[in-house]
């Protein structure tokens, strides 16, 4: 089965803080992405990366920048966290069929 | 423009009836469809998927969806709904034989059950 962790369930964090969530893969996929989900919003695009160090900006990057130095792990970055962030994140990732597998999800709450 | 529409926001049903959920797409390439659910505070788990061939494509959990090319539509059914199927179903669209390409989600369906 296929297996993609987040690194929190829960996280709490001030406004202005460097925020990082971490996702992990142990499929060997090529592709993985970041998603924020908000209610009557649907999942929304971060960002996602076909490869490693390879990056792709999705439908609201801003506020956010990704990192993949190694191909199961994809990190998620909020330079300076805003109140306006708080969501559930969720990160997933591929084959190069395109079906996702995802992760529990982070619910993150910025103060 | 590409796009995924879930027409209906909420829908209740009662336990043991059917269910069919709707998707209809807006897609240039030859697509892939998918269908995912979600528990409340959970990741999406995937449903099934279609990528060609029959056009009834079994998934987990006894849901099924059927792909109409004519209609540009795939809808999930269930025969018989059981209260654990309340949740949130997610359709998804995706290009063919296009590696590395994000899906394009709809809104959403949340699903509530009664007894």
């Known amino acids: 089965d296929v297996k993609v962790t987040q690194s929190s369930r829960y996280l709490v964090k001030r406004t202005g803080e460097k925020v990082f969530l971490e996702c992990v893969q142990d499929?060997?996929?090529?592709?993985m992405f970041w998603y924020r989900q908000d209610p009557g919003l649907g999942l929304r695009l971060i960002y996602f990366?076909?490869?490693?160090?390879?990056?792709e900006k999705g439908d609201i990057p801003e506020g956010y920048s990704v990192s993949r130095e190694k191909k199961e792990r994809f990190s998620l970055i909020l330079e300076s966290a805003s109140t306006n962030q708080t969501s559930m994140y969720l990160c997933?990732?591929?084959?190069?069929?395109?079906?996702?597998?995802f992760g529990p999800g982070t619910r993150l709450t910025v103060t | 423009a590409q796009s995924v529409t879930q027409p209906d926001i909420h829908i209740t049903v009662s336990e043991g009836a059917s269910l069919e959920l709707r998707c209809n797409y807006s897609?240039?390439?030859?697509?892939?469809l998918f269908w995912y659910v979600q528990s409340p505070g959970q990741g999406l788990q995937l449903l099934l998927k279609y990528f060609s061939g029959d056009t009834l494509v079994q998934g987990i959990k006894g849901f099924e969806a059927e792909f109409k090319r004519s209609q540009s539509s795939f809808n999930l059914r269930k025969p018989s709904v059981h209260w654990s199927d309340a949740a949130e179903y997610f359709c998804a669209v995706g290009p063919a034989n296009q590696a590395g390409t994000a899906l394009i989600f709809g809104k959403g369906t949340t699903l509530s059950v009664s007894s």
């Open positions: 499929m060997d996929h090529e592709n």
């Open positions: 897609y240039g390439a030859t697509p892939y």
């Open positions: 990366s076909y490869d490693v160090k390879m990056k």
């Open positions: 997933a990732s591929s084959p190069p069929s395109n079906e996702q597998y």
